[in-house]
Nanobody, 115 residues
Framework: QVQLVESGGDLVQPGGSLKLSCTAS????????MGWYRQAPGKEREFVAR???????TYADSVKDRFTISRGSVSNTVYLQMNSLKPEDTAVYYC?????????WGQGTQVTVSS
């Protein structure tokens, strides 16, 4: 069974930065895809960023040039660096990992952008 645990969510002012972490119970190299989604109140869950084994990261247009997905020096952690945060970035952020066609999700971490 794969477990994903997100952390790093917080209340931040517009223009601020946050770094989210996703720690997996397996090595990142075991997964075909790892990434981040988010869900704002009253809205559907939406794609934020991902990287696929052997490919460059991809981002939603709404976060491109502001967010960066990366692998940590620890081989089972993925990060999402979020800069220039906007109120519309407020959401619960979920880590996703896909292995052999099966999706695994974390429990989510709340990010609130407000003055």
């Amino acid at each position: 069974q794969v477990q994903l645990v997100e952390s790093g969510g917080d209340l931040v002012q517009p223009g601020g930065s946050l770094k989210l972490s996703c720690t997996a119970s397996r090595f990142i190299s075991d997964f075909d895809v790892m990434g981040w989604y988010r869900q704002a109140p009253g809205k559907e869950r939406e794609f934020v960023a991902r990287f696929t084994s052997g490919s460059v990261p991809t981002y939603a247009d709404s976060v491109k040039d502001r967010f960066t997905i990366s692998r940590g020096s620890v081989s089972n952690t993925v990060y999402l660096q979020m800069n220039s945060l906007k109120p519309e970035d407020t959401a619960v952020y979920y880590c996703i990992a896909i292995r052999r066609g099966i999706d695994y999700w974390g429990q989510g971490t709340q990010v609130t952008v407000s003055s």
